[in-house]
């Protein structure tokens, strides 16, 4: 009896722990029009449209939500853009009406307690224009307890990463959709492909986005492909373990390697064990997608660090 009394305090005690952790978390998104620029060779400014939490800014991917599990997270979305845009955080809101210029609208996500994860926020409108235009981000949520674990009981990490990958078709797409045009979606050839926004020289040189670490730490790399084409990263240094798929935890053991494939609209975290030292590109496989306007090494790269 006194066991089982033991063991209801103490459930009852770490009910109340998670109860007492979770929180209400406020953010607001403005959707704006503005531009994006690839410096470097091959680079150029392109007309973009995004979400920012800074109003008349525009950012692209749109800023980084966080939140732990068991929070209810209000997004106020305000469109100070000229045409109808949405928000649909994938796996988590189902709501994709139209946010009329000059409206605004509040979504809220209360997150339970398996929510753990890495999701794709974007506007799904427009025949997918107004994605491709940079109206898209990454929401992130913790374990409750907001430590350094995937989720409750998953594998630990010093510190993780979120990368973003996308692609851009500047003359047929960006150039025709930014001066109020009619885009033949039936034509798609990006020429600018995109590390977190950045072209692969800044992204190499990117605190946020480099692999950065000392000897024997541990990176959770968070990848999104929030682009129309289907990417294969590529590590150097070390293989990596793929710990969770569209959402979907993997048992151990991981499955290991040096190269995964996302398609478009797809997510996976992969852990990385830093154990040599030295500098380490990570690349896209596809040649194009390593290119700005054919200029190599500017896609989707970015630098492994480890010392």
Wanted: no cysteine.
């Amino acid at each position: 009896m006194k066991r089982l009394v033991q063991s209801t305090i103490g459930l009852l005690l770490a009910g109340l722990a998670s109860i007492a952790s979770a929180a209400t978390v406020n953010y607001t998104l403005y959707i704006s029009a503005g531009s994006i620029t690839v410096n470097g060779t091959g680079g150029t400014t392109m007309s973009a449209w995004g979400y920012s939490d800074v109003a008349g800014t525009t950012k692209v991917p749109g800023p980084l939500l966080t939140a732990n599990e068991g929070d209810t997270v209000n997004i106020t979305v305000v469109n100070n853009h000229n045409i109808n845009h949405n928000f649909v955080a994938q796996g988590l809101t189902t709501d994709a009406t139209a946010i009329a210029p000059g409206g605004n609208k509040v979504y809220t996500i209360n997150l339970g307690s398996n929510s753990a994860g890495t999701y794709l926020y974007s506007d799904t409108l427009n025949s997918n224009i107004n994605r491709e235009m940079g109206m898209y981000g990454v929401l992130k949520v913790k374990p409750a307890d907001g430590g350094n674990t995937a989720w409750t009981g998953g594998p630990a990490y010093t510190f993780d990463r979120v990368w973003v990958v996308s692609e851009m078709d500047k003359p047929r797409w960006n150039d025709v959709a930014g001066a109020g045009g009619t885009v033949n979606t039936g034509v798609y050839k990006p020429n600018y492909f995109l590390m977190n926004g950045k072209g692969g020289f800044d992204a190499m040189h990117d605190a946020a986005t480099t692999v950065d670490g000392l000897l024997g730490q541990t990176a959770l790399i968070r990848i999104v492909n929030a682009g129309q084409q289907s990417s294969s990263l590529h590590f150097h240094g070390n293989h990596f373990k793929v710990i969770k798929s569209n959402g979907v935890a993997q048992s151990a053991p991981y499955l290991e390697g040096d190269v995964i494939n996302l398609p478009p609209m797809s997510t996976a975290e992969v852990t990385y064990y830093l154990n040599q030292l030295g500098d380490y590109p990570m690349h896209v496989h596809t040649a194009q997608q390593e290119t700005a306007n054919g200029v190599y090494l500017n896609g989707v790269a970015t630098m492994i660090i480890m010392k």
